[in-house]
């Protein structure tokens, strides 16, 4: 028997959530609140930046460091190698810095290189009370997406409470999401980034 999805709590070091594409955020929106969820961060720009080393050693085994810069907060993001599955689970180790511009001199004194840089408009939302889950709607160059992040459970029953079958699952990255889309498009832009070439 699975636990109740409002009781247990998700692993602060590690990552499970899947991506749900949408259609029309406005619609979406007006779903969650209808569906008891409440914004916690009021939609805001983000920037996100990945670092490597110069032969691709993190992207090899699908790791990744990150410095994220959202709503005038910066943070830094390690993310594990992610495991197969009907959610993307990996760990996640992250940490707010007081300087997002020294953070990123600092990586790039120790060798690591910016390889892929994407932006999105992100809005927040939790249901009050809730500690298995949080929803975000993000608002990116290739389009717009609900990203489900919590207990499996709570995953499970909001997708299904929001009208999404376990079929329409996404766990691929914006990264990944991005190759593809470029690949279709005919695309040659390395960064997905508002106001890309080829738009």
């Known amino acids: 028997m699975l636990p109740d999805a409002h009781h247990s709590k998700p692993d602060p070091t590690r990552e499970v959530e899947v991506k749900l594409?949408?259609?029309?955020?406005?619609?979406?929106?007006?779903?969650?609140?209808?569906?008891?969820?409440?914004?916690?961060?009021?939609?805001?720009?983000?920037?996100?930046?990945?670092?490597?080393?110069?032969?691709?050693?993190?992207?090899?085994?699908?790791?990744?460091?990150?410095?994220?810069?959202?709503?005038?907060?910066?943070?830094?993001?390690?993310?594990?190698?992610?495991?197969?599955?009907?959610?993307?689970?990996?760990?996640?180790?992250?940490?707010?810095?007081?300087?997002?511009?020294?953070?990123?001199?600092?990586?790039?004194?120790?060798?690591y290189r910016p390889f892929f840089r994407y932006e999105k408009y992100r809005t927040v939302y939790q249901q009050p009370g809730e500690t298995a889950g949080l929803a975000v709607l993000?608002?990116?160059?290739?389009?717009?997406?609900?990203?489900?992040?919590?207990?499996?459970?709570?995953?499970?029953?909001?997708?299904?409470?929001?009208?999404f079958s376990q079929q329409q699952y996404i766990t691929e990255s914006y990264g990944a999401l991005w190759l593809s889309y470029c690949r279709e498009h005919g695309i040659d832009s390395n960064d997905m980034v508002f106001g890309f070439d080829g738009k």
């Open 138 to 163: 993000d608002e990116t160059p290739i389009g717009c997406w609900i990203e489900l992040e919590g207990t499996p459970e709570w995953i499970d029953a909001n997708a299904a409470r929001l009208g």
């Open 21 to 111: 594409k949408i259609q029309d955020p406005q619609v979406v929106a007006a779903l969650l609140i209808e569906h008891g969820f409440r914004v916690i961060h009021e939609r805001a720009f983000e920037s996100n930046v990945l670092f490597d080393t110069p032969d691709r050693a993190l992207r090899a085994e699908r790791r990744l460091l990150r410095v994220r810069e959202f709503g005038g907060v910066a943070t830094f993001t390690y993310k594990g190698t992610p495991e197969t599955g009907r959610y993307k689970s990996r760990e996640e180790l992250e940490t707010d810095v007081a300087d997002g511009g020294m953070l990123r001199l600092m990586l790039d004194r120790l060798g």
